[in-house]
């Protein structure tokens, strides 16, 4: 099962980008991990997150309304919580986030499912990383820039930005091409020595086949 929740406003963030903003984002979806432990995985890019449930959780018998609702309001409370650590602004207005499940029966699923999510953050940044550059760079308005890249594809939006900006996309930080995926690993305590359960967020390629044979015992 995946719980997916997304924004339902704007905040005045950095454009094209604000890593503050996104680290927030990954701030509030690791309290979310912390307190659902049948979440073992959760993948975020932008406004959303989807978080990923193993195939034998029974949390709140399984009922569809309890889990969605507490999903977002966990998500929604740490995100308020913190934001003073991660945002300088004051807040607009009390954030919120909306969410729904979908069920992926198998593996195969569940991979185009993510793989979806993460073909979203490239094509979305990559338009976005565009369109900003030709505002704040490039001297047009969002109207020109808009009517620039009508109808372009991804290679003229690489080219405008190299040709005329001298900027490379593949440069640009992965958290804002590839997303966040967080998930558990085991770390030894600096103290104890001991073994235990920390949560990594990592910004990498789960589309590919090497991601997930690095880790075959992922999905449960």
Not at 6 to 15: E, R
Not at 38 to 65: C, N, P
Not at 128 to 139: A, D, I, M
Not at 157 to 173: A, H, R
Request: with cysteine; aromatic share 12%; net charge neutral.
């Amino acid at each position: 099962a995946v719980v997916s929740t997304q924004s339902t406003g704007d905040h005045d963030f950095t454009k094209p980008n604000d890593k503050n903003a996104l680290d927030l984002m990954n701030c509030a979806a690791k309290g979310v991990m912390t307190e659902l432990s049948d979440i073992f995985l959760a993948y975020g890019q932008s406004d959303e997150f989807s978080f990923v449930f193993k195939r034998t959780s029974t949390l709140y018998g399984r009922r569809a309304s309890k889990i969605i609702s507490t999903v977002c309001s966990t998500f929604t409370s740490h995100y308020v919580f913190h934001w003073p650590i991660f945002c300088s602004q004051p807040l607009k207005y009390p954030p919120s986030f909306d969410g729904r499940v979908v069920l992926y029966p198998v593996e195969k699923d569940l991979r185009n499912y993510l793989s979806w999510r993460q073909a979203d953050c490239h094509v979305n940044n990559l338009y976005n990383t565009c369109f900003w550059t030709l505002v704040q760079r490039g001297g047009l308005t969002t109207t020109e820039a808009e009517k620039r890249l009508n109808g372009s594809f991804s290679a003229d939006k690489n080219e405008i930005m190299f040709t005329e900006f001298g900027l490379n996309y593949n440069d640009e930080p992965e958290v804002y091409r590839k997303g966040s995926t967080i998930l558990w690993k085991q770390a030894e305590d600096e103290q104890t020595k001991r073994k235990r359960r920390v949560l990594e967020v990592r910004h990498c390629d789960i589309i590919g086949d090497l991601f997930w044979e690095e880790r075959p015992d992922l999905i449960v």
